[in-house]
């Protein structure tokens, strides 16, 4: 049974390219949430999507960022025009239904690490 | 205030000896509380959680809630040099079920 799976685990992007990352949730779930962690910060919450919708998007920037799940295929978040501030490392999570309160787990990926030069 | 505050370390304690990691909130209304390991450069771990007052225990891990003092912490009992990791502290607010991360203790047990 796979886990979250992420990628890439490592990309490297100038300033203004644009960097997409690609979240596969656990088998069964439809849940998906992204989190950022910058350096020497804690996990920031940023969007909760499931399939074909966006339910939360209150941590997201509100421009270059946007993230989908499509019916098929997996969640991915889209940075435009990157720029240095952006590197950190990006983890997608994945739950059953609910998550937190309901008592179901929310399992984390192995993350994507970001780094803009 | 922040929402969810720990003491970023690091805590140093000899192999074999408790840890214990402590973790404040402010949010009244959090219901369900979480503690994560993150090894360096790797993702969280779910450790342990905990939804209403008093003592959980899993093997060597004690998670203590206690909502009227806005507290949650996690106890390691018989620390081994492979706890050696950042814990983090979460809760979720019941708002679509995203979580509040505090910043993490650092957590170093030496031999």
């Known amino acids: 049974n796979a886990g979250v799976m992420q990628n890439p685990r490592h990309l490297v992007r100038r300033r203004g390219q644009e960097a997409r990352l690609r979240c596969s949730p656990m088998k069964g779930h439809s849940h998906v949430y992204w989190y950022r962690q910058l350096p020497e910060e804690g996990l920031k919450f940023m969007v909760y999507?499931?399939?074909?919708?966006?339910?939360?998007e209150s941590g997201m920037p509100k421009e270059r960022f946007s993230a989908e799940f499509p019916k098929e295929g997996p969640s991915i978040l889209r940075i435009q025009q990157v720029v240095r501030g952006d590197s950190a490392a990006y983890f997608c999570?994945?739950?059953?239904?609910?998550?937190?309160?309901?008592?179901?787990?929310?399992?984390f990926g192995e993350g994507s690490w970001l780094t803009v030069v | 205030q922040k929402e969810v505050e720990q003491n970023s370390g690091p805590l140093s304690v000899p192999e074999g000896a408790i840890a214990s990691l402590n973790c404040t909130y402010s949010?009244?209304?959090?219901?369900?509380f979480f503690w994560y390991r993150q090894y360096s450069g790797k993702s969280p771990e779910l450790i342990m959680s905990i939804y209403s007052n008093g003592d959980k225990e899993d093997g060597r891990f004690t998670a203590q809630l206690n909502k009227a003092s806005q507290y949650v912490s996690l106890l390691i009992r018989d620390s081994q040099p492979s706890d050696s990791a950042t814990y983090l502290c979460a809760l979720d607010t019941g708002t679509a079920s995203k979580l509040t991360f505090g910043t993490g203790t650092r957590l170093q047990v030496t031999l």
């Open positions: 999570a994945s739950s059953p239904s609910t998550g937190g309160s309901s008592g179901n787990t929310i399992y």
């Open positions: 999507l499931q399939k074909e919708n966006i339910i939360d």
């Open positions: 949010d009244r209304v959090s219901q369900s």
